[in-house]
């Protein structure tokens, strides 16, 4: 092997952006979330005043409301991914004319930008325009307005979301599905399981991993998910889809309450790494992420 | 396998895309109908294709200047990211580096952040600290082009790594036998035989960098919009200009379903990080 200081210097560039544009601003809203800093205020310098944005934040229910909605938001979006991606899958195992086909249209929604999703769907939802709102009338007589109606527009977030990122899960469990041995179940037929059985004792112990490592990806995915919301539903009717990202970016942005802002950033923060610690706990414990190839 | 009732599997999978074109078909209907052809019920049939909604966004000269932005931003992005990712996870393939291993997880970490909790600090970063007399880092396409290496390096490292970890070290050890020094190994021996996975890491940051948009619009005010942003301004400014909306957003669109074709085969393992295979 050749000096390591070679080696380091090779790493070095990477790790001084990730450090000036990764850790740096880390730092900065760490000490900025102890200070109260609003530049609109009557006096817009940082002052420091300990843990009080945090004291504040336990009891803001605009935040905690947020909060509830985006995990509820990641809740049904990722549950409705797993179990769709799961049995699209199942079928995309099975042999008939057209596969690569019906795989290449049912990748196009990976690729487009979110930005661009939540425009497509604005267009599909929008009344007087779209044709969902008009169908839905003409056909049941119900009322779709996701601008006026609040579990409307959480519904059609979350239908956006669910159109946006089934594909992906349906992706990685085709490649978990394919990878399996197939002595346990040729084994399990023997001993005269039924299809259920099968399923529930020997497919899904086997599936763990990638089950886990897919519903990992899509939640930090979900939870930090804004671009689409703010073009679908700008956040509203209301708070009514206001997730956490967008959250933030009212408090800071418009309202300039950068302390404020800076706390309950540390909070998201925080709690996200929380969640992806025991998810990823849950993942070492049931053996490494790599070896679902 | 099996082939069992093929016309059932047929009809769902019908069905099944459908779904999925359909509200991208929708957009293009949108884009290619004037505002009184929209008006009333919606026709999915294109009768005579409106352009003026896509000419008008065409010679629109902030689109214009979005468009450029964006590719430029995208393509500075992508070549930088690969070119670092190779340098990068050359020396974690290669050398016995203490706590290597952390260094790879960490750099991680860096795309899992939710990018809400990092606006201020970048924004306030990009207007007042990274200053050089009249030169911010705000509102430039160098500040976007450094900062989408937070969340492509980390991508693009994860990708590569398994590639470099794949070509075998006895052919660097034979060249240093030869008397080949550490560049040319790195340009002579591996870059060749990374070339593929480098294209696939390549496509795929491109097509990330092309589709950010939160912080495009934060620290960015006038010269380095990108697309993402323009497309964006329709619902706070135009209103419902619906049509043109739905043309630039066609326009959004166009690129990465060119290069869908190109890296379809390996998106599943970009989008997670390699941690899962076709």
């Not at chain 1, 004319?97 to 267009?123: C, D, M, N, Q, S």
Request: hydrophobic letters at 55%; glycine letters at 6%; one cysteine or more.
């Amino acid at each position: 092997m050749r000096s390591s200081t070679v080696g380091w210097l090779f790493l070095a560039p990477t790790l001084v952006i990730l450090f000036i544009f990764g850790v740096l601003p880390f730092l900065y809203v760490l000490v900025i979330g102890f200070t109260q800093w609003n530049s609109f205020a009557a006096d817009p310098t940082m002052q420091y005043n300990g843990v009080e944005n945090f004291r504040r934040l336990v009891f803001d229910e605009q935040f905690l409301y947020s909060l509830w909605l985006t995990l509820k938001f990641g809740f049904f979006a990722v549950t409705s991914q797993i179990l769709l991606g799961y049995f699209l899958a199942q079928l995309f195992m099975r042999d008939f004319p057209g596969k690569g086909f019906f795989r290449t249209i049912h990748t196009l929604p990976l690729v487009i930008a979110p930005i661009a999703v939540g425009a497509t769907w604005r267009l599909m939802l929008v009344p007087g325009l779209g044709p969902i709102p008009y169908y839905l009338r003409q056909w049941f007589g119900y009322d779709l307005n996701i601008s006026r109606y609040v579990d409307q527009a959480f519904l059609a977030t979350v239908v956006m979301d669910v159109w946006h990122w089934t594909p992906l899960v349906t992706l990685t469990m085709l490649a978990a599905l394919a990878s399996l041995p197939k002595e346990p179940f040729e084994q399990a037929q023997i001993d005269g399981a039924n299809r259920f059985q099968i399923f529930w004792h020997v497919t899904l112990p086997l599936l763990k991993p990638a089950i886990l490592a897919t519903v990992f990806i899509r939640l930090m995915d979900a939870l930090r998910t804004v671009d689409e919301v703010w073009m679908l539903t700008g956040g509203g009717p209301g708070a009514a889809t206001r997730y956490i990202g967008l959250h933030i970016w009212r408090v800071v942005f418009p309202k300039t309450d950068y302390g404020y802002g800076s706390s309950m950033s540390l909070i998201t923060l925080y709690l996200t790494i929380v969640m992806c610690w025991l998810l990823y706990a849950g993942l070492v414990a049931r053996r490494d992420l790599k070896r679902v190839d | 396998m099996r082939r069992d009732r093929p016309l059932a599997f047929l009809a769902f999978w019908t069905v099944s895309s459908l779904i999925t074109l359909v509200p991208i078909y929708w957009m293009f209907v949108v884009s290619a109908k004037s505002r009184v052809q929209l008006f009333g019920s919606p026709n999915f049939l294109i009768t005579s294709f409106f352009t003026e909604n896509y000419i008008n966004t065409l010679k629109d000269p902030a689109f214009q200047r979005y468009m450029i932005n964006s590719i430029v931003v995208a393509s500075a992005n992508a070549l930088l990211v690969t070119t670092l990712a190779l340098f990068a996870t050359y020396a974690l393939s290669r050398y016995r580096l203490g706590g290597k291993e952390n260094v790879f997880f960490w750099t991680i970490t860096n795309r899992m952040a939710p990018p809400a909790v990092f606006l201020l600090p970048l924004f306030l970063l990009y207007t007042q600290v990274f200053v050089l007399g009249d030169f911010k880092l705000f509102d430039t396409r160098i500040g976007l082009i450094l900062l989408y290496c937070v969340f492509n390096l980390p991508f693009a490292i994860w990708t590569l790594r398994s590639v470099i970890d794949g070509i075998p070290k006895e052919l660097d050890e034979a060249a240093y036998v030869d008397g080949a020094t550490t560049w040319q190994v790195l340009t002579k021996v591996i870059l060749p035989l990374a070339k593929p996975g480098l294209a696939v890491t390549g496509i795929l940051t491109w097509v990330f960098a092309w589709n950010e948009y939160l912080f495009a619009a934060t620290l960015t005010s006038v010269h380095a919009r990108t697309v993402t942003t323009g497309l964006a301004e329709f619902v706070t400014v135009t209103g419902t200009n619906w049509g043109q909306m739905a043309a630039t957003a066609m326009l959004t669109l166009v690129p990465a379903l060119l290069v869908l074709g190109l890296v379809q085969r390996h998106i599943v393992a970009g989008l997670t990080f390699g941690a899962v295979k076709e």
